[in-house]
């Protein structure tokens, strides 16, 4: 079947707006991507490199960068939002006016936004009532995506035109997208498991081994569905790429920005050192602040975020994770039967 050509915008120029922007280009599709710093568009447009997020790695000639947003959002029928979630809304609020009646909108960003303890998706809907909305999640490396090493991601709404036009357009040899309509459950997996890549990145630092590593990833996943069950979402969504794919990658890898800040705060090193040294957004460290306090709310038990948010805000030593893994209360190994209730 023939592909219809889109016209795509992609508002933010890291490394995964850089990336989806690379394979809708690859693809056939109008690329128009948007970034802040003039410099890094010319580096874009001249030199088909973006040296600040993925430096060495060559981007295909379809993408055209600017840093105008009514030059990317003019004729767009796909637009994808990869902005860093502090400044989701800002974006979102500069652009509505050059948003057209119904035009498709996925966001990528993984993160929660503090006012209101909100979802990516449910900023969209607030400000974006003009349009239909979805969210691409999974386990997405950007580097590795413009490497062109094979992936699978997400594509999650309850529109399923929308699944289906994303899966069409952004689906190639080397990035395969599945659709699923928990679009909640989707985006928590996304948000969730940068909890869990610092912490990752901490044990990696403190050499606690595999038996540990598992341990702690399993545990991991389970305060994932636990706390979004309470939101609403679905506990078997946890169990595909966006939550245990997604937990996995991000948890293994030093090209994981939350993991290298976890390495980082393990190896001792100050909060504002680690950040400073590795120059990008590191979406986890704002989630673990939110997540744990909005849990103690709800009252759902989180051992993992709770530590890592004493140890990073409190100053507590980093001891205090395996303490509350080891010392808290027991709980069931799986805590979901097949159709969704607790054990």
């Known amino acids: 079947m023939e592909q219809r050509t889109h016209t795509a915008a992609i508002l933010g120029g890291g490394s995964f707006g850089t990336a989806t922007a690379s394979i809708l280009a690859e693809n056939g599709h109008r690329t128009r991507l948007w970034v802040r710093d003039p410099e890094t568009a010319a580096a874009i447009n001249e030199d ?27 004729g767009a029928d796909l637009v994808f939002v990869a902005v ?44 974006w009532d003009h349009t239909r909305i979805g969210v ?21 709404s309850p529109d399923e035109a929308l699944c289906h036009t994303i899966q069409q357009a952004l689906s190639c040899d080397y990035f395969r997208v599945y659709d699923n309509p928990d679009i909640y459950g989707v ?12 912490a990752s990145g901490m044990a990696a630092a403190i050499d606690i081994g595999e038996n540990s590593r598992s341990f702690m990833l399993t ?20 169990l595909g790429l966006s939550g245990v794919g997604d937990l996995i990658a991000t948890c293994s890898s030093p090209l994981s920005r939350n993991y290298r800040i976890g390495y980082q705060l393990g190896q001792g ?3 504002q050192q680690a950040l400073d040294n590795l120059g990008q957004t590191a979406e986890g460290l704002n989630t ?38 080891m010392g808290g209360e027991h709980k069931h190994d799986v805590e979901f039967s097949f159709h969704g209730g607790a054990v």
């Not at 295909?60 to 003019?74: K, N, Y």
């Not at 691409?136 to 594509?155: C, D, H, Q, Y």
């Not at 985006?187 to 610092?198: C, D, F, P, R, S």
């Open 219 to 238: 545990r991991a996943l389970a305060e994932m569905s636990r706390f979004a069950v309470e939101l609403g979402a679905n506990p078997l969504t946890f």
């Open 48 to 74: 088909r490199e973006n040296p600040r997020y993925l430096p060495g790695q060559a981007l295909p000639a379809g993408v055209q960068a600017t840093e105008h947003l009514e030059e990317v959002l003019e």
């Open 84 to 127: 860093p979630s502090s400044a989701f809304v800002e974006v979102l609020r500069q652009a509505r006016p050059l948003v057209k009646e119904g035009t498709l909108v996925v966001s990528c960003t993984k993160g929660i936004h503090e006012d209101g303890f909100l979802l990516m998706s449910q900023l969209l809907k607030r400000e």
């Open 288 to 325: 673990i602040r939110l997540v744990a306090t909005h849990a103690e709310r709800l009252n759902v038990y989180m051992p993992l975020a709770t530590a890592l948010y004493e140890i990073i805000y409190q100053g507590k030593p980093l001891e205090t994770m395996i303490a509350r893994l």
């Open 187 to 198: 985006e928590l997996g996304g948000a969730l498991k940068n909890i869990y890549a610092v």
């Open 136 to 156: 691409l999640s999974g386990p997405n490396l950007a580097r590795e995506i413009v490497e062109r090493k094979f992936t699978g991601s997400v594509i999650a």
């Open 269 to 271: 090193h100050e909060l």
